[in-house]
Antibody
Framework: EVQLLESGGGLVQPGGSLRLSCAAS????????MTWVRQAPGKGLEWVSS????????YYADSVRGRFTISTDDSKNTLFLQMNILRVDDTAMYYC????????????????WGQGALVTVSS | EIVLTQSPGTLSLSPGERVTLSCRAS???????LAWYQQKPGQAPRLLIY???SRATGIPDRFSGSGSGTDFTLTISRLEPEDFAVYYC?????????FGGGTKVEIK
């Protein structure tokens, strides 16, 4: 059974840093592209960042580029999101998801999601 | 950036009814790279449809997706009590990836 478990969320002051982890089980992380999606309280979903299955390419939303870094430790089946220079508008539930591909082999899409880690940025 | 607009914002319906949700893209979505997700309160999103019309594993056949280009539709043929939730469309064909604002399907 595929499971994704996020950790590392919490309360941080503006300008601070946090590192989220996403522990994967039931599949081999190194075989999949992975992504982070966030959801501000009472709002919709917002894509944050993705990393390719080859780990040679990373992608970021404009709102986090230069402040957030996505990475993996494939030997530990774990995905990370390093978040620096946090702002009040980064407050959200952060979900990790693995990226699946269709039999037709087109672009990957978020498949299985974790339950999320809550990040609150406030003074 | 591709902007996805979902309509309506909220639908009030009764169990057993048929529902059609709309997702319109600001420009053509690459190769029908369009997915639909269901989210219930306090839960993570669940994948329903990918590739505009392919059902994900374990998704009942009352859910169907259609469309191409800029116009996409999610149809629930007969609403079950567990289907009351928020539904999001998502384009994954072009970076930055983007989600629609969601349609809430509530009990009438």
């Amino acid at each position: 059974e595929v499971q994704l478990l996020e950790s590392g969320g919490g309360l941080v002051q503006p300008g601070g840093s946090l590192r989220l982890s996403c522990a994967a089980s039931g599949f081999t992380l190194r075989s999949y592209a992975m992504t982070w999606v966030r959801q501000a309280p009472g709002k919709g979903l917002e894509w944050v960042s993705s990393i390719s299955a080859s780990r040679t390419a990373t992608y970021y939303a404009d709102s986090v580029r230069g402040r957030f870094t996505i990475s993996t430790d494939d030997s530990k089946n774990t995905l990370f999101l390093q978040m620096n220079i946090l702002r009040v508008d980064d407050t959200a539930m952060y979900y990790c998801a693995n990226m699946l591909t269709s039999p037709a082999g087109t672009k990957p899409f978020p498949g299985y999601w974790g339950q999320g880690a809550l990040v609150t940025v406030s003074s | 950036e591709i902007v996805l607009t979902q309509s309506p914002g909220t639908l009030s319906l009764s169990p057993g009814e048929r529902v059609t949700l709309s997702c319109r893209a600001s420009q053509s979505v690459y190769s029908t790279s369009l997915a639909w997700y269901q989210q219930k309160p306090g839960q993570a999103p669940r994948l329903l449809i990918y590739g505009a019309s392919s059902r994900a594993t374990g998704i009942p056949d009352r859910f169907s997706g259609s469309g191409s280009g800029t116009d996409f539709t999610l149809t629930i043929s007969r609403l079950e009590p567990e289907d009351f939730a928020v539904y999001y469309c998502h384009q994954y064909g072009e970076s930055p990836l983007s989600f629609g604002g969601g349609t809430k399907v509530e009990i009438k």
